[in-house]
Every structure is written in structure tokens, then in C-alpha cells.
């Protein structure tokens, strides 16, 4: 299910979503709001800011890929879809791999879970920011990887796509780690 807040409204567009879309990887609302303009794929119209949640478990990444894909498409920026997708593959696997750590049965998708990992897609004139937060305090640490490591440049990579890239606490505990891709 997908979460997009055009102009700071919020609004969900959940059970309509199309198989093989993101439908059911993103955390529901509560309940529907009633009067939806949904587009023809069941998805809300373009707006300002979507948002996506996420179980922890590492089927997540490409969830997040795709649900990137499905946003910029539909505020057509095709320009920056495949930077921003390996911008949001690395934060998201970084939370995934250092700050959840669900039980063991919802690792999998095998039971129901809360959604510790949110990723949010913020559009301006001139940037887009993709901001990813999970429960874990522990700031990002980029390393320095050997030349035979298969791990270890995932926020050098997100460096090297973005203009700025960085990380905030989010109360009452979590942190949020963003990044800007120019327009």
C-alpha cells in the first residue's frame, strides 16, 4: 500500500493497488479516507511528498526500487529514477542490515509486524529528497572498503549520486538518513 501526502494532505490508496505493484509492501493507515481520485493503476496522483513503510526484512530493498520507480514515473522524472533508486537501495539496506532486528518468523514476510524502516520521497523545484528512517540511534558510518569486499560502499555510492547527503535523530528514538538529488 502506498502513502503519498500531495500538499501536505494526507491521503492512502491501499487494497486498490494492482498485483505486482507495491501494494502490500507499505504500511496501511488505519482506515481509508472515503472519495478517493485514485489514477487508473489504483495509485494516487503526483504530489509533493510519498511515503512507504517497510517490515525490516532484506525483500525490502527492491519493495523500496520499485516503489521509487512507480513515484517518479508518476511525477515524471525520469531523469533521476535510476540514481534515486540506487540511492534508496543502499539507505534502505542499511537499515534493514544494521538497525532492525524483528523476530525471526516476520523476517520473511512470514507474519504480521510493525513497520520499523519508512522511506519518504520529498519533491522540490530543483531537488528531490530521499530520506529513510529506522529505530536505531547508531549514526551512518560510511567505511573504507578492500578492493576485495563485498560490502562497504553503499554510502560512498550515495555520496558520490547526490549533491548532499546526511542524517538527524528522529524522536523518541530512530534516525532519519537523507539524501538530495538535483532536479
Known amino acids: 500500500m502506498t502513502i503519498h501526502m500531495p500538499d ?24 481509508e479516507p472515503p472519495d478517493m481520485d485514485l489514477d487508473d493503476e489504483g495509485f494516487l496522483p503526483a504530489g509533493g511528498f510519498a511515503a512507504c513503510g517497510f517490515d525490516g526484512a532484506p ?6 526500487r520499485r516503489f521509487v520507480a512507480h513515484t517518479l514515473d508518476r511525477w515524471e522524472l525520469p531523469a533521476v529514477t535510476g540514481d534515486a533508486q540506487v540511492v534508496v537501495s543502499e539507505l534502505v539496506t542499511n537499515a534493514v542490515r544494521h538497525a532492525v ?9 512470514d ?18 529528497v530521499c530520506a529513510v528512517s529506522d529505530p536505531s540511534s547508531v549514526p551512518p558510518r560510511p567505511r573504507e572498503a578492500g578492493d576485495l569486499a563485498t560490502g562497504g560502499r ?21 534516525k532519519t538518513v537523507w539524501a538530495s538529488l538535483a532536479l
Open 111 to 128: 507474519g504480521p509486524g510493525e513497520f520499523p524502516v519508512w522511506l519518504g520521497l520529498f519533491r522540490h523545484a530543483t531537488h528531490l
Open 101 to 109: 532486528r524483528p523476530p525471526a518468523g516476520e523476517r520473511d514476510g
Open 59 to 64: 525483500r525490502n530493498v527492491g519493495q523500496a
Open 154 to 174: 553503499g554510502l560512498l555510492l550515495v555520496g558520490a549520486l547526490c549533491d548532499t547527503w546526511s542524517w538527524a535523530p528522529t524522536p523518541p528514538r530512530g
Open 8 to 31: 501536505s494532505t494526507s491521503t492512502y490508496a491501499g487494497p486498490m493497488s494492482p498485483p505486482g505493484h507495491v501494494s502490500g509492501t507499505c504500511a496501511p493507515l488505519p482506515s
